[in-house]
């Protein structure tokens, strides 16, 4: 089946540095999306990328997806203390996955000051 | 905000017994889903509606579990025979296919603990 990785498992940084989680799948993907968990919180969306070698900006985010569209990565710049959570990739296969998403297996941030 | 809402929260119950929790998706979310998240992981896709039909449904997901959306609105999962190891968060997700991506939108999850 269908597996979704991602590096590093955990990453303690200190505020102002920066983070890079990186999501790689075993399928072609249709597409990407990625979501923040605060700690006791739920998923949230944060965006959802779509072409070959897309970059997409959101403020001190930086998401990228591989031209082979099986991985991608989210930067963020001088993190914060409030980047603190879990972010999860998740994607479509490109085929024979039907609507499922698989996510992946997250990347867990704390920020210290 | 009327937001993707499940009850109950909280869940505690014995080995053995049936469980059902529910989950009221956005106003007008066609699509629901069922996930489950252990501590450390990933959510973990059980299955999707498409308004009232069932359309997939993980192979993880045994006989012991069902799960109907009647009306095309709400939904509920039921686990029977409740087992130490479906001690977990039950996440419900809904989206709209009026819009591009599917952007899935969580619901705070039932953390349900057998014993």
């Known amino acids: 089946g269908q597996q979704v990785m991602q590096i590093p498992q955990y990453q303690h940084v200190q505020e102002g540095e920066d983070f890079t989680t990186y999501c790689n799948s075993s399928?072609?993907?249709?597409?990407i999306q990625w979501y923040k968990q605060r700690p006791g919180g739920h998923p949230v969306f944060l965006i959802q990328?779509?072409?070959?070698?897309e970059v997409k900006k959101q403020k001190r985010l930086t998401f990228q997806f591989g031209e082979a569209k099986k991985n991608s990565s989210l930067h963020i710049t001088a993190t914060q203390t409030t980047d603190v959570g879990t972010y999860f990739c998740?994607?479509?296969?490109?085929?024979?996955?039907?609507?499922?998403?698989?996510f992946g297996t997250g990347t867990q941030l704390k920020v210290e000051l | 905000d009327t937001g993707v809402s499940q009850n109950p929260r909280h869940k505690i119950t014995k080995r053995g017994q049936n469980v059902t929790f529910r989950c009221d998706p956005i106003?007008?979310?066609?699509?629901l889903y069922w996930y489950r998240q252990t501590l450390g992981q990933g959510p973990e896709f059980l299955t999707y509606?498409?308004?009232?039909?069932?359309?997939?449904k993980s192979r993880l997901l045994s006989d012991r579990f069902s799960a109907e959306r009647p009306k095309g609105s709400f939904s509920t999962l039921e686990i029977q025979r409740t087992e130490q190891g479906d001690s977990a968060m039950y996440l419900c997700?809904?989206?709209?296919?009026?819009?591009?991506?599917?952007?899935?939108?969580f619901g705070p999850g039932t953390r349900l603990t057998v014993l």
């Open positions: 998740a994607g479509r296969r490109l085929t024979g996955g039907g609507n499922k998403l698989t």
């Open positions: 399928t072609t993907l249709s597409n």
């Open positions: 997700a809904s989206s709209t296919t009026r819009l591009a991506g599917d952007t899935q939108y």
């Open positions: 106003s007008e979310h066609n699509r």
């Open positions: 990328l779509v072409k070959s070698g």
């Open positions: 509606f498409q308004n009232e039909a069932q359309l997939e």
